[in-house]
């Protein structure tokens, strides 16, 4: 049962970096079929979804990561619990382009995830590689 689980999770993961099939198909379809996949899965955190960031439509291209929070990965651990969209930051990434990647104000990133410093000499310095960020609920 645990490697199952961890084997969903690490499926999900590669699908959040590399969600190559998923690019090609548009909105509702994309969000369809992943919704297979969350509902096999029996955590209550089933409906969320993770934002690829690698699409050229961010918004079409969205993974469970139901399975990744029943493995127990820290990457969502500081990630609100209503929070329904994430976007799990690639090497590069900085607040403003993952603001724009969502489709939001840089204003609502910082609002969304209380933690990551958003004033003075420290504007998003806490930006972590691999963790995942609220960007919608």
Request: proline share 4%.
């Amino acid at each position: 049962m645990k490697f199952s689980i961890v084997a969903i999770a690490a499926l999900a993961m590669a699908a959040a970096v590399s969600a190559a099939p998923l690019e090609k198909r548009c909105g509702k379809h994309a969000a369809a079929a992943a919704e297979p996949a969350a509902e096999a899965s029996s955590n209550s955190d089933a409906a969320s979804y993770a934002s690829d960031s690698s699409s050229a439509d961010a918004k079409a291209a969205k993974v469970p990561i139901a399975a990744a929070k029943a493995a127990g990965w820290n990457l969502f651990s500081h990630v609100p619990s209503d929070c329904k969209y994430v976007h799990l930051v690639s090497d590069g990434d900085g607040c403003d382009t993952v603001a724009k990647n969502a489709g939001i104000p840089e204003s609502q990133l910082y609002s969304l995830n209380p933690g990551l410093h958003h004033a003075g000499d420290h504007m998003c310095d806490n930006l972590d590689t691999g963790k995942a960020y609220c960007v919608g609920k």
